[in-house]
Structure formats: structure tokens, C-alpha cells
């Protein structure tokens, strides 16, 4: 499978992911997450403000502050409107192909994109594990990122990011074999 990756891409993700966030309940924002550093909540927030670090990094714009609450009220609203900045910025003209640097070094447009999209399905994986709501993603997206991972992870230290990949069935769905492959104990258990 190639990596080839394109804003289509993200949009099928972000969409996903967003019918998941609509879909939790008052008393699931506070639940417990295979990220076991997040609530539900934070979660969320983590995406969130990850949409709009890579946004302010393709645009040149100013970062959002750290610490400060990005959802506000209003966790679905916040989460869509960073979702379609995200993807307008990756849709400018010649984004894909120019380099980026930042504190985690150069990479160019098309690895910064596969690198939010493994980051999105992970931690969508990760809210469907703690809610109970399923995740339907396209098999193709987590099979794609799950490639490109494999490829840019093991040569990157991953204290602080990922976990040590986890065994996982081969035969399990692409999704869960992106969570193992992160460091995710597959199935995850409170």
C-alpha cells in the first residue's frame, strides 16, 4: 500500500472522528483513556490544539497558548472549526511539497499531514475505547497510516509520544494495529 497521502485524507478522518465527539455524553468527559495521562476531555483537547499547532506551523501564524482551554463549552464546535483550519491550511498551494521546521524537525507538508493523520486515528481510537462509541473509520486510512508509522517511528525515540508497539492478532482490523503499533494494549481494559 502506498502512503500517498492528500486533505481528502484528513477530511475522512476528521469526519469520523468528529460523529464520535458529537456522539459522548455529559458524564463520559471525564472517563478514563488508553492515554493514560487524558480524560476523555483531554483528549479531545489534545486534538484539538494539535489541529491548530499544525495550522499556525503551515501558515506561519502564531501558536495557540499553551495550557489555555481550547474547547471552551463547546467541545463538538471546537473540534470542527480546528478540523476545517487544519485542512484549509493543508490545502494551499504547494503546502505538500514544501519543508516545515519545527521542534520536531523538518519534514515536509505530506509527512506533516501523515503525521496529524496517525496522531487523529490513534487518539479517535483511544475515545472510542473509553466511551464505547464506535469509530467508523475507512479501512484505508488507518491501513495508510499505520504504513507511514512503521516507517517514521522506529528511528524516532519515542519517550514521550508513543509507547513500545504492543502485540496485536495480524489479523485484527488497521486500526487496532495502529494502536498496538503506538504503544496501545489491544483489547484496552480499564
Same mark, same amino acid.
Given at each position: 500500500? /502506498?502512503?500517498?497521502?492528500?486533505?481528502?485524507?484528513?477530511?475522512?478522518?476528521?469526519?469520523?472522528?468528529?460523529?464520535?465527539?458529537?456522539? $459522548? *455524553?455529559?458524564?463520559?468527559?471525564?472517563?478514563? /483513556?488508553?492515554?493514560?495521562?487524558?480524560?476523555?476531555?483531554?483528549?479531545?483537547?489534545?486534538?484539538?490544539?494539535?489541529?491548530?499547532?499544525?495550522?499556525?506551523?503551515?501558515?506561519?501564524?502564531?501558536?495557540?497558548?499553551?495550557?489555555?482551554?481550547?474547547?471552551?463549552?463547546?467541545?463538538?464546535?471546537?473540534?470542527?472549526?480546528?478540523?476545517? =483550519?487544519?485542512?484549509?491550511?493543508?490545502? =494551499?498551494?504547494?503546502?505538500?511539497?514544501?519543508?516545515?521546521?519545527?521542534?520536531?524537525?523538518?519534514?515536509?507538508?505530506?509527512?506533516?499531514?501523515? $503525521? *496529524?493523520?496517525?496522531?487523529?486515528?490513534?487518539?479517535?481510537?483511544?475515545? =472510542?475505547?473509553? /466511551?464505547?462509541?464506535?469509530?467508523?473509520?475507512?479501512?484505508?486510512? =488507518?491501513?495508510?497510516?499505520?504504513?507511514?508509522?512503521?516507517?517514521?517511528?522506529?528511528?524516532?525515540?519515542?519517550?514521550?509520544?508513543?509507547?513500545?508497539?504492543?502485540?496485536?492478532?495480524? /489479523?485484527?482490523?488497521?486500526?487496532?494495529?495502529?494502536?498496538?503499533?503506538?504503544?496501545?494494549?489491544?483489547?484496552?481494559?480499564?
Amino acid at each position: 500500500m /502506498t502512503t500517498a497521502v492528500s486533505v481528502d485524507h484528513l477530511a475522512r478522518a476528521h469526519g469520523p472522528v468528529g460523529d464520535l465527539i458529537a456522539a $459522548i *455524553r455529559p458524564e463520559q468527559w471525564k472517563a478514563p /483513556t488508553p492515554c493514560a495521562e487524558w480524560d476523555v476531555r483531554g483528549v479531545v483537547e489534545h486534538l484539538v490544539g494539535m489541529d491548530l499547532v499544525f495550522a499556525a506551523m503551515i501558515e506561519g501564524g502564531p501558536m495557540p497558548e499553551r495550557g489555555a482551554d481550547c474547547l471552551g463549552d463547546d467541545p463538538v464546535r471546537a473540534y470542527r472549526a480546528s478540523s476545517a =483550519a487544519l485542512e484549509t491550511a493543508f490545502s =494551499a498551494p504547494g503546502v505538500l511539497q514544501r519543508s516545515f521546521h519545527s521542534p520536531m524537525g523538518s519534514a515536509t507538508g505530506a509527512e506533516r499531514l501523515q $503525521i *496529524r493523520l496517525y496522531d487523529l486515528l490513534a487518539h479517535g481510537w483511544d475515545l =472510542a475505547q473509553a /466511551t464505547g462509541i464506535p469509530l467508523r473509520l475507512p479501512e484505508d486510512l =488507518a491501513e495508510r497510516s499505520l504504513a507511514f508509522a512503521e516507517v517514521q517511528l522506529p528511528s524516532q525515540n519515542r519517550t514521550g509520544r508513543f509507547a513500545e508497539p504492543r502485540p496485536v492478532e495480524a /489479523t485484527a482490523p488497521a486500526i487496532d494495529r495502529l494502536a498496538a503499533f503506538l504503544g496501545r494494549p489491544v483489547p484496552w481494559q480499564r
